[in-house]
């Protein structure tokens, strides 16, 4: 909002010195101390002109200080060498538009030019197999980008993807058979322990995962009998897993799966065989998916197995064709571990191939690996792959290790902030990298953790509660430099808010908020409310620190954290 005004003053400034721009770039500064914005068209115009970019911008200073409405949006302008343009916004500039963001839905987002339907794809957790650390990732991460995409004014789509026939299924089916065990009667318990079991005895013997590879094939084929232990299978996988998405705050508009593909297979192969793209390669039918721009080789993607199976690729492929044809998305948006890069890069160049639908479309976002305080993947002490429930059990008994003991919580409470600890710590990274995971870390109450901002979102609707004034709007005055620091920042949230979104990226949100939060400490250990006798001065700063967290709230909402009663 802010960096649109300066940018339209600065270019309104060069059309009447007759230097017209089609467009011009303000940023956030980086010397704080010299100024809050900078731009350095100066470079570009000096070349267009002949001139040296400290004329340029001196003679740019010059003019935008004769407009009668300077002072209104500046307290200084000034050319710096080698030829920035450094402004400081005026008083009546910050709080005029913190004011417009105060009284706006959405702190005046803009709505987007179109409106387009985002698809995302994100969750993907294996029918029958535990879910892991990485199935926490996908979750929060996918969640966190599809509510950016709302509140960007985008329609989203989201669909869980299931891996629900794959190997898994055909081991685990095995295991409930060689154990005579009831499926009707089957537990999660059972699944957990079947699964591990099974998979072992696979990588063991190759005849037993023959057979279950049979099985799953018979599965797919549509078996009756395997029909009926896979559905019960299912049925009892999914609510553990519903309780860990309910837990989580998760949720999905589709709840389909790659067994939802398979009777879309032969309308893919179809396509896929009408654009002459199926080869026979030792037995298997592939697509040759490689271009010869290509730095490094990409493999042929494999449509169909030599015993006649479907693969992770065709499945995928069907299920683009499905959601082209159901939900005539704009975009399909794919979270998964960065490992599944080539699968994807195959997936979408098979789907361009066939005319199913453009490169362009598709975008694979991948995340880095969860490791522990070792560098190597995060693992518990006896060296299993941690199960999700684990996790959270670990982070709520530290949270309650570290309480004071005569201070009680709600089940809710405690949940909500067993939620931030892990999701801040989790969406705070840069996605792609890998992160250690280190909860005793993420949950203390200071640094960039979960609970510091719900910590100092709590601190400071407790001294707005105190002071009794209620919804009063911002003044026209700045006190000092913790409150002027602190406006400053607010009025940077669409910058943050863009960057996340164009980048897929809920850090840039995690970390704005967290730059609230050190700003809103400093300003109010500096600045203390409820002493003051000046009630101007009083309403005021209530009227910033609501705005603020108003703020601080709607983030948390979009990095998918609740803010609990009292910590
Ligand atoms: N089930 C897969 C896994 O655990 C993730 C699915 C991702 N989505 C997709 N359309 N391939 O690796």
New binding site residues.
């Given amino acids: 909002m802010v960096v649109e005004q300066i940018e339209k003053v600065l270019m309104d400034t060069l059309k009447e010195m007759s230097m017209d721009v089609d467009s011009i770039r303000v940023i956030l500064s980086n010397r704080k101390d010299l100024c809050d914005y900078q731009c350095d068209e100066s470079f570009k115009l000096a070349k267009r002109f002949h001139k040296s970019p400290l004329e340029i911008g001196n003679s740019i200073v010059e003019k935008i200080k004769e407009r009668d409405d300077f002072s209104d949006i500046f307290e200084k302008v000034e050319c710096a060498p080698p030829g920035f343009i450094n402004m400081t916004l005026s008083a009546k500039m910050i709080n005029d538009t913190l004011e417009k963001m105060r009284t706006s839905k959405k702190f005046g987002l803009k709505e987007p030019a179109k409106k387009e339907t985002i698809f995302l794809?994100y969750g993907?957790?294996?029918v029958a197999k535990p879910l892991h650390v990485g199935?926490m990732r996908t979750a929060i991460i996918g969640e966190s980008i599809k509510r950016i995409f709302a509140y960007a004014g985008h329609k989203t789509i989201a669909d869980v993807?299931l891996?629900d026939y794959g190997l898994q299924i055909g081991e685990v089916i095995y295991g409930i058979q060689k154990e005579n065990l009831d499926i009707e009667t089957i537990t999660i318990q059972d699944l957990d322990r079947i699964y591990p079991a099974m998979s072992a005895l696979c990588k063991e013997s190759e005849e037993i995962k023959e057979k279950c590879e049979t099985i799953t094939k018979e599965l797919q084929e549509g078996n009756i009998e395997y029909q009926r232990y896979w559905k019960k299978i299912c049925e009892v996988s999914c609510e553990d897993i519903l309780g860990i998405y309910r837990y989580l705050d998760v949720s999905f508009d589709l709840w389909l799966g790659e067994s939802d593909a398979y009777p879309v297979i032969p309308e893919t192969e179809e396509i896929f065989r009408k654009k002459g793209l199926l080869q026979k390669s030792e037995g298997a039918v592939i697509v040759n998916v490689s271009k010869e721009t290509d730095k490094l080789e990409i493999p042929p993607l494999v449509f169909q197995k030599s015993n006649g199976a479907y693969l992770?690729a065709t499945t995928?492929l069907a299920?683009i064709v499905d959601r082209v044809k159901k939900y005539h998305p704009d975009k399909i948006l794919?979270v998964?571990?960065n490992r599944?890069a080539l699968h994807f890069e195959q997936v979408f160049r098979a789907s361009e191939l066939a005319g199913i639908a453009p490169y362009e479309m598709f975008e694979h976002l991948g995340y880095g690996t969860v490791n522990g305080t070792d560098g190597k993947p995060y693992k518990t002490r006896n060296g299993d792959s941690p199960k999700l429930q684990y996790l959270f059990s670990q982070a709520k008994d530290i949270l309650i290790s570290k309480k004071d003991s005569n201070e009680t919580s709600s089940e809710e409470d405690i949940n909500r902030i067993v939620n931030a600890i892990l999701k801040f710590a989790d969406l705070s990274n840069n996605r792609e990298r890998d992160y250690i995971f280190d909860i005793s870390k993420f949950s203390e109450v200071v640094g960039k953790t979960g609970p510091y901002i719900l910590y100092t979102y709590l601190r400071l609707d407790k001294i707005i509660q105190d002071t009794d004034i209620e919804n009063h709007k911002l003044g026209s005055r700045i006190y000092n430099s913790y409150d002027r620091d602190l406006r400053l920042k607010l009025l940077e949230f669409e910058i943050a808010f863009h960057n996340a979104l164009e980048a897929r990226m809920p850090s840039y949100i995690a970390d704005f908020v967290y730059e609230i939060c050190v700003l809103a400490n400093a300003f109010y250990q500096n600045n203390h409310i409820n002493g003051l006798e000046e009630l101007e001065k009083k309403k005021d700063w209530v009227a910033l620190l609501t705005l603020t967290n108003q703020m601080i709230q709607e983030m948390l909402s979009l990095l998918v954290i609740k803010i609990p009663t009292v910590m």
């Fill in positions: 794809d993907g957790p294996n199935h993807h891996g992770y995928d299920t794919y998964t571990d599944q």
